[in-house]
């Protein structure tokens, strides 16, 4: 296996294990569970957001293709902002249920688009006419 198919599946796993987490973590937000920031869960989902970016870069490095170079990985990487930022607002600085709700649906939004643009190559996966 050469080191872009090992980056490649660790970048990928690190996608599902970030999304698996959203998931989760979203539904115990809107149950109003108490699992939600207490023990793993205060860095597990840190801890894998940061993986992904940093096997992004790597992957980003080995193939030659960079952010601000490459439309396509600068649209990704404003993406993996924008998520961030969106879900950090649903899961710590919304105050209602429905504002929950809805910054957890964005951010999953916004993630959908990330995914389409890294299997496009295309920063418009979907083929707009602006
Ligand atoms: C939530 C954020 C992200 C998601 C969901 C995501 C998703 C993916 C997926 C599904 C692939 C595999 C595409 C394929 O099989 O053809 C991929 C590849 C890749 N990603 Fe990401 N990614 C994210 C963030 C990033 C970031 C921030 C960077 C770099 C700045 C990055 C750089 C790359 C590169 C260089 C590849 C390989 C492209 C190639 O083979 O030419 N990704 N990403």
Redesign the pocket.
């Known amino acids: 296996m050469s080191a872009?198919e090992l980056l490649?599946g660790a970048?990928?796993t690190a996608?599902a294990a970030?999304?698996g987490l959203f998931l989760l973590r979203g539904v115990w937000l809107l149950r109003g569970s108490p699992r939600l920031h207490r023990g793993l869960d205060r860095i597990l989902p840190h801890t894998v957001d940061t993986l992904?970016?940093a096997f992004?870069?790597a992957?980003?490095w080995r193939?030659g293709?960079w952010?601000f170079v490459q439309p396509w990985?600068t649209a990704?990487?404003a993406?993996?902002v924008a998520?961030v930022l969106v879900g950090l607002w649903a899961f710590r600085g919304a105050r209602t249920r429905r504002g929950r709700a809805l910054g957890w649906a964005v951010a999953q939004g916004i993630?959908a688009y990330?995914?389409l643009v890294?299997?496009t190559?295309d920063p418009l996966p979907f083929n707009w006419k602006l």
Do not use: D, E
Request: net charge positive.
């Open positions: 872009y490649k970048h990928v996608v970030s999304y992904l970016l992004g870069l992957l980003a193939t293709q952010p990985l990704k990487l993406g993996l998520y993630f990330i995914v890294a299997l190559r």
